[in-house]
């Protein structure tokens, strides 16, 4: 039996990533129309000191259809991992959507993750890309449905060519000129 417990040593792990892909969407709960979807989400996810661990936290969202329309949702992920760096993240929360000739609807989303999100021993930052695949359902007079699918690429791996061209516009780095 313990008497003492050390510290706890998880520290929350961030992402931000763009998400890119299909959707299928309709009003009266009938998925008519393939749209294309653009968004960019992100977490925040607690209690993790290894990949191995399960995590928990919030999560933000911002995103189009066919960009005729606009929702931002939020809510809570869940990690649960299953091997080292592929865990599967389920999701579930609320969204607002704005559309072309209506108002403000709300709505309620759930999502499921798969892809590579390993825990970062020497950041806050967890870089992560994979696929989403997420179902909504709005609550207003339109009776909003969408199925999205769509790869989640991590926005540092989009900026990496900007690193490389300053980088570069800079005359390279200290440790490839040491090399030389």
């Known amino acids: 039996m313990a008497l003492w417990a050390g510290p706890a040593s998880a520290d929350p ?6 998400t890119i892909g299909g ?14 979807h653009l968004g960019l989400r992100g977490d925040v996810l ?9 995590g928990i936290g919030p999560y933000a969202e911002l995103f189009t259809h066919a960009f005729d329309e606009l929702q931002v949702g939020h809510g809570v992920s869940l990690l649960v991992p299953t091997v080292d ?32 999100r390993a825990h970062n ?22 009776e909003e449905i969408s199925l999205v699918v769509a790869a989640q690429l991590d926005l540092a791996f989009l900026g990496l060519p900007i690193v490389y061209l300053v980088d570069a516009a800079r005359g390279g780095s200290e440790e490839t000129d040491s090399v030389r």
Request: net charge negative; hydrophobic share 45%.
């Open 13 to 18: 792990q961030g992402n931000v990533g763009i």
């Open 23 to 36: 959707a299928a969407r309709g009003d009266d709960r009938e998925l008519v129309e393939p749209a294309f």
């Open 46 to 54: 607690f209690l993790r000191d290894a990949a191995d661990d399960f």
């Open 85 to 116: 760096t592929f865990p599967l993240i389920f999701s579930a929360g609320a969204y607002g959507r704005v559309a072309e000739g209506g108002g403000f609807e709300p709505g309620v989303a759930a999502t499921v993750f798969v892809g590579a």
């Open 121 to 142: 021993f020497s950041s806050h930052y967890d870089m992560m890309a994979g696929l989403l695949v997420q179902g909504r359902v709005g609550l207003g007079p339109a």
